[in-house]
């Protein structure tokens, strides 16, 4: 039985009965804003009553949601990429296969390791670096991570270099004073740079359900994301957040991490991510 279909069974008392579709709902991370939304809108075409014709409905509803937007064009090289995020939600990983991937298209590549308070973070980046034969930006432990990731864009501009991530270290959400020190890191490449970074991207992990919301919004407040990577999807996470996100932020997501390899990393595609919701 699919993932739908067991929670349309979980929330039905029984055949008689109408579905908690509210419940159902968030319990598929998507939030309670927006369950309770979609929820008034099933009712009111009266297919609250009717899971098969409810669920069609849904679908293109969120399809219609998670689309992401075309790119804007990047006048002058590097694109640059600022990823940021939680302890423990995968950035560097991330960061490396971002890295594997655009090397795989034929860009050229430069990393930079601006988490310099977490030990061995830069020591792990350099590895990747090696392994994929991708220059990296580095520093010892304790360095100012702005001036890493300056550092970072000088040299992929030397080298005309095509795209530029920059790896951060992990923030608690709710910690101000250091979703803080990551404006820091942006205003110092603005300085530089007016346009970059280009995107700024919240790497969430997706096992934390409903969570990613509340994240995604203290870091959207504190530096203005752009967009987010979610990551760890190839567990029971559903990845319905990604929808909860777009509703209430306006933020898409581009890329789902659905292992350890780096091709496990994939492009965010809104009709694959429906058809995965919904376990068809």
């Not at 939304?37 to 099933?42: G, K, L, Q, R, T």
């Amino acid at each position: 039985m699919s993932f739908w279909n067991q929670l349309v069974d979980r929330f039905r008392g029984s055949a008689d009965e109408e579905i908690d579709w509210e419940a159902l709902l968030i319990e598929a991370d998507l939030g309670v804003k927006l369950a309770t939304e979609w929820v008034d809108e099933i009712k009111d075409k009266g297919l609250s009553r009717t899971p098969e014709k409810a669920a069609p409905y849904l679908r293109e509803k969120m399809e219609k949601l998670v689309r992401i937007p075309p790119p804007l064009p990047i006048k002058h090289k590097p694109e640059v990429i600022l990823l940021v995020g939680v302890n423990g939600s995968g950035k560097t990983t991330t960061a490396a296969k971002l890295a594997a991937r655009a090397k795989k298209e034929g860009r050229a590549v430069q990393l930079g390791a601006a988490d310099t308070f977490r030990a061995a973070a830069a020591e792990q980046l350099e590895a990747w670096g090696a392994r994929l034969e991708i220059p990296v930006t580095s520093a010892p432990p304790g360095t100012d991570p702005a001036s890493v990731a300056v550092r970072s864009l000088f040299a992929a501009q030397e080298a005309k270099t095509d795209l530029l991530i920059i790896d951060t270290a992990g923030r608690q959400a709710n910690k101000r004073n250091l979703l803080l020190e990551l404006g820091k890191i942006k205003r110092s490449l603005q300085k530089k740079e007016e346009t970059v970074p280009h995107h700024t991207w919240l790497v969430a992990d997706g096992t934390t359900g409903s969570g990613v919301l509340q994240q995604t919004k203290e870091f959207h407040e504190a530096i203005g994301l752009t967009g987010l990577i979610v990551t760890k999807l190839d567990g029971s996470a559903r990845g319905g957040m990604v929808a909860a996100v777009r509703a209430e932020l306006g933020l898409p997501t581009y890329y789902l991490g659905r292992g350890e390899k780096s091709e496990d990393l994939k492009r965010f595609e809104a009709r694959e991510f429906v058809d995965n919701f919904f376990d068809n």
